[in-house]
């Protein structure tokens, strides 16, 4: 199992629930009926002159309350439930920590991720409980790198399942096909993104997809080869094509291993740049 947030919201979930319905059938029924013993005891009773002033007292009485550690798990039960229930069946957001993915996705870019649109897993599990969708190519997605599980990637779907795989001279090749580019001229980098002011932006075309890309014209990182994707599997590639560590180096991405499809950015920061307001809101394309 898996150590991360899910985790850690499903334990929270399960502890309050359980300390919650310790209390509910067990604690409170005892609660109730102590003061009535107690009254036994004394010789108090319904026929007694101060039995009804004893049943006022006891309905107020601070003894009749929950323990503190109860009420805390009655009031933040629902809390994580929502929360859990929200980032395992909905949505989930993401920081982009690094520049493999730009220009779409810039380092600071916080994003939303579809958790559905793949299908509805259990959380922590990871167990495929309803079969929805499944990624289209040209699609961000955000997935557990196979290699470190923990760790999650954003890359772009490049091959599907059965695809062969090409890419020769900085040029996507599927099923023999080269994936046509177009120049936009050269990128100029802002930010933690300087170092990519030089790159040669274009816009590539992955079936009906349309997305920007940044190329070097150097060729000493290039790398090129040809792959076959197997069932139930995906190639990735980054869209800083240079710059990036994808299916080119460390294979292929299982279904299994999905978590989203990336559509929206809804804040950027970059650690000593400040935000990036333009970017709000933005679509992942």
């Given at each position: 199992m898996r150590w991360d947030f899910s985790a850690i919201m499903v334990l929270f979930v399960v502890i309050c629930g359980a300390i919650w319905a310790l209390d509910a059938w067990v604690l409170a029924p005892r609660r109730r009926l102590a003061p009535a013993s107690a009254g036994g005891r004394d010789g108090s009773g319904p026929g007694s002159s101060d039995a009804i002033g004893t049943d006022v007292t006891r309905a107020v009485s601070p003894g009749d309350r929950p323990p503190v550690i109860v009420e805390y798990a009655k009031s933040f039960f629902p809390v994580f439930l929502v929360v859990l229930l929200l980032r395992s069946f909905l949505l989930e957001p993401f920081r982009i920590?690094?520049?493999?993915?730009?220009?779409?996705l810039l380092t600071g870019d916080f994003?939303?991720?579809?958790?559905?649109v793949?299908?509805?897993?259990?959380?922590?599990?990871?167990?495929?409980?309803?079969?929805?969708?499944?990624?289209?190519?040209?699609?961000?997605?955000?997935?557990?790198?196979?290699?470190?599980?923990?760790?999650?990637?954003?890359?772009?779907?490049?091959?599907?399942?059965?695809?062969?795989?090409?890419?020769?001279?900085?040029?996507?090749?599927?099923?023999?096909?080269p994936q046509s580019q177009r120049s936009m001229g050269v990128y100029e980098g802002k930010g933690s993104g300087t170092g990519m002011t030089g790159a040669g932006m274009r816009i590539e075309k992955l079936g009906s997809v349309e997305h920007q890309i940044l190329l070097w014209n150097q060729t000493t990182s290039d790398v090129s080869g040809e792959w076959t994707v197997p069932p139930g599997?995906?190639?990735?590639l980054g869209d800083n094509r240079d710059n990036s560590r994808d299916s080119r180096y460390w294979g292929f991405v299982p279904e299994e291993n999905l978590i989203g499809h990336a559509f929206a950015i809804w804040m950027n920061w970059d650690w000593g740049h400040g935000m990036d307001f333009g970017r709000v809101g933005r679509a992942i394309e």
């Amino acid at each position: 199992m898996r150590w991360d947030f899910s985790a850690i919201m499903v334990l929270f979930v399960v502890i309050c629930g359980a300390i919650w319905a310790l209390d509910a059938w067990v604690l409170a029924p005892r609660r109730r009926l102590a003061p009535a013993s107690a009254g036994g005891r004394d010789g108090s009773g319904p026929g007694s002159s101060d039995a009804i002033g004893t049943d006022v007292t006891r309905a107020v009485s601070p003894g009749d309350r929950p323990p503190v550690i109860v009420e805390y798990a009655k009031s933040f039960f629902p809390v994580f439930l929502v929360v859990l229930l929200l980032r395992s069946f909905l949505l989930e957001p993401f920081r982009i920590p690094s520049n493999s993915m730009m220009p779409t996705l810039l380092t600071g870019d916080f994003i939303v991720v579809n958790k559905f649109v793949y299908g509805i897993r259990l959380p922590v599990l990871d167990w495929k409980v309803i079969d929805i969708d499944e990624p289209a190519r040209g699609d961000v997605v955000v997935f557990r790198y196979p290699n470190d599980p923990s760790t999650p990637f954003i890359k772009r779907v490049v091959g599907l399942p059965g695809d062969r795989i090409g890419y020769f001279n900085k040029t996507v090749y599927v099923n023999g096909k080269p994936q046509s580019q177009r120049s936009m001229g050269v990128y100029e980098g802002k930010g933690s993104g300087t170092g990519m002011t030089g790159a040669g932006m274009r816009i590539e075309k992955l079936g009906s997809v349309e997305h920007q890309i940044l190329l070097w014209n150097q060729t000493t990182s290039d790398v090129s080869g040809e792959w076959t994707v197997p069932p139930g599997h995906y190639f990735v590639l980054g869209d800083n094509r240079d710059n990036s560590r994808d299916s080119r180096y460390w294979g292929f991405v299982p279904e299994e291993n999905l978590i989203g499809h990336a559509f929206a950015i809804w804040m950027n920061w970059d650690w000593g740049h400040g935000m990036d307001f333009g970017r709000v809101g933005r679509a992942i394309e």
